[in-house]
Nanobody, 118 residues
């Protein structure tokens, strides 16, 4: 059974930083993609950043709203993805979800709340 366990959310002041992590377990894939998505109250869930787990070293992609402020990275051996968030803004407030795309299957984490407020 595939499980995604997220951690690292919390409350921070504008301009602050947080680092999220998501560990995947229960599958044996070597080529897959992990990504972070977020959903603010009353809004659609949106892609924040993604990274590939493959032989090429891991291509990344970012939403334009976070480019230059957020960095996605990974630990292949631990099947873990990280999201380092800096220069946080109130509009970054949302529940952040980790997603695993493995072949045709999609798995989601439980979500972690990030609140940016003074």
């Amino acid at each position: 059974q595939v499980q995604l366990v997220e951690s690292g959310g919390g409350r921070v002041q504008p301009g602050g930083s947080l680092k999220l992590s998501c560990a995947a377990a229960g599958f044996s894939g070597r080529v897959y993609t992990m990504s972070w998505h977020r959903q603010a109250p009353g809004e659609e869930r949106e892609l924040v950043a993604s990274i590939a787990f493959d032989s090429t070293g891991g291509g990344t992609a970012y939403a334009s709203s976070v480019k230059g402020r957020f960095t996605i990275s990974k630990d292949d051996d631990r099947k873990t993805v990280f999201l380092e968030m800096t220069s946080l803004k109130p509009e970054d407030t949302a529940v952040y979800y980790c997603k695993l795309q493995w072949n045709s299957d999609t798995f989601w984490g439980q979500g972690t709340q990030v609140t940016v407020s003074s």
